[in-house]
């Protein structure tokens, strides 16, 4: 049994690995990864590099072209697609490094805008985690760090949460750590609840703070509902506490409108 689930996985693994996307407009080699990204995600000039992962979501639709150069990022209508998990990580790399992120179905029709595109084969989960939570540190962009923890989000595994959790606490700056939160909040579950919690009660930023209280928003009602009536009734700052009452008031829950009342009652 042991060896069917280990060739399985092999297979699972070589199926993703020997995908490639369909990419137009561009000069396309594909190349195998040396284990070091950052090493690997380097140009003179202006290039698309990518690789492929398997994600927690199933993506059922995608443009029909994705322009990949320029402001707009699709010129036609989405399609639907059979539904596939491997998703394209995409980097566009200049002399200075990694400057824009996104992600796009292996499905989906790549116009790179002329510029050389080279697909990377052969990387693994924990190399591209370590890398993208490279791309989060304070010194480089906002925007790139901001795709980088949604990047990490989109992962398969526990691997991915443990990444998530470990951005959302200090050292990690303030817009980082918010980020994170956000991504676990989607994800649900016990883990995210309790992180989410305790980033309300002991974050030293408001904003971090006020953040967690809209991830609270996010979770399922069953879970989330009772933890923003929780934290309107007992957190010490003003700002926390008026944000719940606010995602309360948006979640159109019989029980967040009961505690409305009753506050407004008395």
Known sequence: MRLAALLMLACAAFAQDSQQPNVVD??????????????????????????????????????????????????????????????????????????????????????????????????????????????????????????????????????????LEGLAHLPEPARIRSEAIFWLAQQAGNRAASLIKDAIENDPDTEVKKKAVFALSQLPKDEGVPKLIEVAQENRNREVRKQAFFWLGQSNDPRALAFIEQVLAK
């Not at 002399?95 to 595109?117: H, Q």
Request: proline fraction near 6%.
């Open 26 to 163: 561009a000069n396309l080699q594909a190349r195998a990864s040396s284990g070091d990204l950052k090493s690997d995600l380097r140009a003179a000039s202006p290039t698309w590099f990518g690789y492929a992962i398997k994600s927690r979501h199933v993506n059922e639709s995608c443009c029909d072209e994705c322009r990949l150069e320029g402001s707009a990022h699709s010129s036609r209508h989405p399609v639907p697609l059979d539904g596939s998990d491997i998703q394209a990580l995409l980097f566009r790399v200049t002399s200075n490094g990694p400057e824009k992120l996104t992600i796009r179905p292996m499905s989906c029709s790549l116009d790179a805008g002329g510029l050389p595109f080279v697909w990377l084969t052969g990387v693994s989960p924990a190399e591209s985690l370590s890398f993208l939570k490279s791309l989060t540190d304070s010194n480089g962009s906002d925007h790139l760090a901001r795709s980088a923890v949604f990047a990490i989000s989109q992962h398969e595994g526990p691997a991915a949460t443990t990444a």
